[in-house]
RNA sequence: GCGCGUAUAGCUCAGCGGUUAGAGCGUCCGUUUCACAUACGGAAGGCCGUUGGUUCAAAUCCAACUACGCGCACCA
């Protein structure tokens, strides 16, 4: 053995004994392997490189696999990617932009040609890394969204919600992307903090006749100063185009009088009503807003309560549109903010500026700022689904861990809007709805507004049929949306084991027994396949949620590549090995919702190997140094018979060292158990370090130099020591610990430490 | 605005009711002879965020405050 671990020497030929051997298959593992254990790895974006969230993730999921698989469970992690709608989309059209060509140049058919392109290229490289930090994933079982078969899983899912009543079709005001093009639920916007303003416009009411103007001498009220205008605050100046109210609360003293009159909307020659309703907060601004139900979630709210027009004049490319005026058709959001002050400022409207410190909703795929509009689309009715995701984690049928992300996950259910499920964009799951050409011709003739369900132009249905039941002779045509990324990803753990399909699989290993994966998707993703596994599966599909913690940098700052402040975990590997990392990693998980990165913590773990690597040596040098008799120096038999302690005269060094093996190891399963991975990472090293090298090794010296039946005992309790925290350790750091345990003289020369027994 | 989390050695973190508060890294001093200099021996370095409370006893439990991080809402 040489003086010095290296791990680039062993790595890459222990992971293809692994793969050889064909155990991260649990289909291959022996008969007396009977409980299963699954893990379903969160599926990497194929746009994704790994990052130190993956390295962490994939560290602790490997450490419970690897505990489980050697505690004699049918332990499958299951591999995947995720097709990652937008995200994937986005970055072909940045290639494709340096040829300065747009996927509209190119027409949808090319344009998906080109992303499979990319995905056969780029795709698997993810995957890859995940070996490099030694994952015993099932490589035979990989999973990817946009499969064959997961297709058919997603439109089955989508046609049992629709049958069911639960998707609906429907004109609603939505996030809209402009960039991508494409509508975009709740929670794929990111809040940015920006410095904006607060503008306040005068609106100038409606003056009847000349008994009414309050500026008329005529008036009796003249002296009491009557108000000429209403003045409303608003961030967004240019959406007054499309303002149908002014709306104020209904307790409000200062405007209880102005109820029921009319402003003239500047700019344009409308007249609106000033309306009351409790929405609204009479603290913000004046205390009278600008009501614009078509660019406005609770101004649409509003507008239904009071039967208010609904005027859209923002497009779908961020353009002002008709029915604004002539002036500001076609102009950018901002140019038409710039303009519409101005000229607001000309007519002596523009009361006040204020600073106003906003938070801007942005894609988060492309960050384009994000707008409301209104538009045609799909929608999955949520109160059922979240009634019965709340309900399966208060029954505890899913734990959290940590138990307070739960009050999160409960207050974002317990509020869920409608789950916009439809995307414009091209590549994803297209929507199995297929229109009748020509009745779709019909109906876009007609306004909106009075569209409804008797004017179905649609069938819903697994394959497009044959003939279109409407006018029994167009060749439908397929609705050209797809679903929401996230919809399949909701179906991960049945669809990636063949549902709908009754496989072997789905029987064996759904439900799955944790999922790990970190706290920004718990909504996003976590509550989703609850809901999803109860209603296609009758039960939730982990029965544990852990949610890791954040890998930071050292400042606190979060990890990201644009902001140069990631760090790559491959790197730390090629520097200082897999086991080290892992280590590294596991050492800092200690319970807090962040990490402070520190590379510190991985230099130690480099040191940890060698130390092992080193006490091992001294182990089996002196293992050939005394045999005492052959076939004895087999280590199953010297390790073996210091379980029948009867027979072993102990010294005190002896019994102390396996006291404290013994409660290293109770302290281990206690700890995996619980999620805490930092201590149980503590406890090894430190019985390893100081237990069993400073003290019993350097005692085991004097003994070893005794006569040879002490000789012989202390043999067998360094070497069963020695195995034993190898195992304890394999499912942290599996290269070192299986490197040495292929050099130990046993008797079966293909075991494996992989499937080696957990000690008790 | 509401909620969650964190504050201990220069740095990253343990300890979570009971002797002189610990580890790794960093710093300083010393040691190469037989497992390991990626090691070993030793040293310096801490009003355990602030203020109150509970207790025989508080870094540890409770409350308030301050600072930082995160999430949600608002942004009409």
Redesign the pocket.
Known sequence: MA????PKKTEKKIYALWEKSGFFNPDKLAKSYKKSFTIFLPPPNITGELHMGHALNAAIQDILIRWKKIQGYKALWLPGIDHAGIATQNVVEKQLKKQGISRFDLGREKFLEKVWQWKKKYGNIILEQFKKLGCSLDWSRTAFTMDKDYYQAVIKAFLHYYEKGWIYQGKRVVNWCSRCQTSLS??ELE?KKEK?H?WYIKYPLVQKSKFQNPNSKQNPNYKLQIPRFIA?A???PE??LGDTAV?VNPNDERYKKLVGQKVILPLTKREVPIIADK???PK??TGA????PAH????YEISLKHDLLFLQVIDGQGRIMPPAPFIYQGLRIFDARKKILGDLEKLGLLEKIED??????KCYRCETIVELIPSEQWFLKMNELARVAINAVKQGKVKFYPK??E??YF??LS?VRDWCLSRQIWWGHQLPVFYCGKKQEEIRNQKSEIRNNNNRNFVVVLKKPKKCPFCKECSMKQSEEVLDTWFSSALWPLASLGWPKKTRDLKNFYPSNILSTA??IINLWAARMIFSGIEFMKKPPFKNVYVHPTV?T?????MSKSLGTGVDPLNLVEKYGADAVRFGISY?I???????F?E??I??G??F???IW??A??VL?QIGKFKISPGQVFFENLAGQVNQKSKLQLTAADKKILKALDKTIKSINKDLENFRF??AT?TL?NFF?HDF??IY??KS?NQLSGNNKRKSQTQKVLIYTLLTFLKLLHPFMPFITEEIYQKLPKKNKKALIMIESWPS
Request: proline fraction near 1%; charged fraction near 30%.
């Open positions: 003086k010095t671990y290296d709740d929670l809040y904006g607060l409303v608003t961030t967004r959406t007054m709306a929405l609204v907060d913000f601004g807003v600008k009501v614009t406005s979630l609770i101004d106003y410190d906003l938070s801007l909703p307070n992300f009050k999160g207050g974002w509020n706290r920004d930071v050292k400042e606190g700052k979060r800092q200690m319970g807090s919702q962040d990490i402070r520190t510190d913590n230099i130690m480099k040191k190997c060698n130390k080193n006490a040596r001294f040098l930092g201590q503590h090293y370090w090298c400073d090794i350097e010296k």
